[in-house]
């Protein structure tokens, strides 16, 4: 098999890594991917995610089996829909089955219409009507930009002042542009927060290991909300009766209710979930894999990634195996004022060999190729096993240590959650 896997960051990495560590797959093209990939024996493809006709066109010139779209904006930009016009395979959600993911207001629809458990919530595109809700509802509250922010358009604010503040940010001063023309205003969730991932097609799903993602930029949960610091799987001191109450409250009602709405789902749904005394509830969806969550998942992924996907396409039942052993996880390093304004440029320690992955982000070589550089606000990520979250930790860490990552930071405690 040739395969196509479209987008740029550790995400797509990974999952062009797995790819082609699979039996049966000859080639795995990343397109526009970023040059850190070349070094796991990936093809870069020169052409951007939005370019869906030269995407179709390279597919059809290079008898690509199907494609795998990372990125939520190439889906929403219904990436999907055009690749099966043309008459090819790709895995992913349609424009109106994304929607789930790029509007916030439609996710919390279906919520409510089919009886999944979420906060209470109100939409609202006029500020005033807006700061009155979250005056009359009082703190700590929760504002969202209603469509794709980069992972960034969310705000807890701790008091009305700052969720007015957020309000204002988004519907006045264009913050977010289009996506905060509208803002979702939700009651604040008290509980464990942890990501559900699965594999789907219709009605049809495999559920992956339980993950738990790091997004405020530094240690302990403070500073600004990131695309993701870090993240381990499994969630060693969730119960699996949570997953099982989570995979029959939420997951089967919303693909049910999406076959219903006539938007039937194929492709990776994310769950963004919290555990609250009532229960599991929905934070979010997403409408692809998470990252950094698919960076720590698919490495304890046991069976043939490509034949497992392209038996979902096909509609087959097939046969997902993971390993029980151990934790995976995995800390980002991110360029000095990530997710604000950053350098680019820096020089990237060697990647690691052994046990110890490196995944890459933004990476660029220098002008000669001799080295390679940081050329974005996430820049790789580390990620090995071990039997617990504390060993894992010891070896990431350690590693860290002796790389040279000036201009670079990473938060010290990703998994320390789970050690308490």
């Known amino acids: 098999m040739k395969l196509l896997v479209v987008g740029s960051g550790g995400r797509e990495h990974a999952i062009a890594k797995k790819l082609l560590e699979s039996d049966g797959v000859e080639q795995v093209f990343v397109a526009p991917g970023n040059d850190g990939m070349t070094l796991d024996g990936l093809d870069l493809v020169d052409i951007a995610i939005s370019e869906h006709s030269k995407l179709i066109n390279f597919a059809k010139a290079n008898d690509i089996d199907w494609t795998f779209i990372g990125p939520d904006d190439a889906l929403a930009a219904g990436i999907v829909d055009d690749f099966n016009q043309a008459g090819l395979k790709a895995f992913g959600p349609t424009r109106l089955a994304a929607e789930l993911e790029w509007s916030k207001d439609f996710a919390k629809e279906i919520m409510v219409k089919y009886g999944v458990p979420t906060a209470a919530y109100g939409t609202f595109s006029d500020f005033e009507k807006a700061k009155a809700y979250i005056e009359a509802e009082g703190a700590p509250i929760v504002v969202k930009a209603d469509g794709l922010a980069l992972g960034k358009g969310v705000v807890v604010a701790e008091t009305v002042e700052q969720a007015v503040e957020a309000a204002q940010d988004m519907l006045l001063d264009n913050k977010f542009g289009d996506s905060g023309a509208r803002v979702v205003i939700e009651e604040f969730l008290d509980g464990e927060e942890f990501s559900l991932f699965a594999f789907v097609n219709g009605d049809q799903f495999y559920i992956m290991p339980t993950a738990q993602d790091h997004k405020r930029a530094f240690d302990g949960d403070k500073g600004p909300n990131t695309g993701g610091m870090g993240a381990y799987a499994p969630v060693p001191h969730l119960p699996q009766s949570v997953v099982n109450t989570a995979v029959e409250t939420i997951v089967k009602p919303v693909l049910k209710g999406m076959i219903a709405e006539g938007r039937p ?156």
């Open 265 to 420: 789902y194929l492709g990776i749904l994310y769950c963004g979930l919290i555990l609250t005394a009532d229960g599991p509830k929905v934070i979010e969806f997403n409408a692809r894999f998470g990252d950094p969550e698919t960076q720590i998942i698919l490495p304890r992924l046991t069976s043939n990634f490509a034949q497992n996907i392209s038996d979902i396409l096909d509609g087959k039942e097939t046969n997902i195996t993971w390993t029980d052993s151990g934790v995976t996880l995995g800390v980002v390093v991110a360029s000095n004022g990530y997710p604000l304004a950053y350098d680019k440029g820096m020089e990237l320690p060697e990647k690691t060999t052994g046990d110890i992955v490196t995944y890459y982000a933004g990476a660029k070589f220098s002008k000669n190729g001799r080295a390679l550089l940081s050329n974005g606000g996430r820049v790789y990520m580390l990620v090995t096993t071990a039997d617990t979250v504390q060993a894992v930790q010891d070896l990431i860490y350690n590693q860290l240590k002796t790389q040279n990552t000036e201009g670079l930071f990473y938060r010290t405690d990703i998994g320390s959650k789970a050690v308490k």
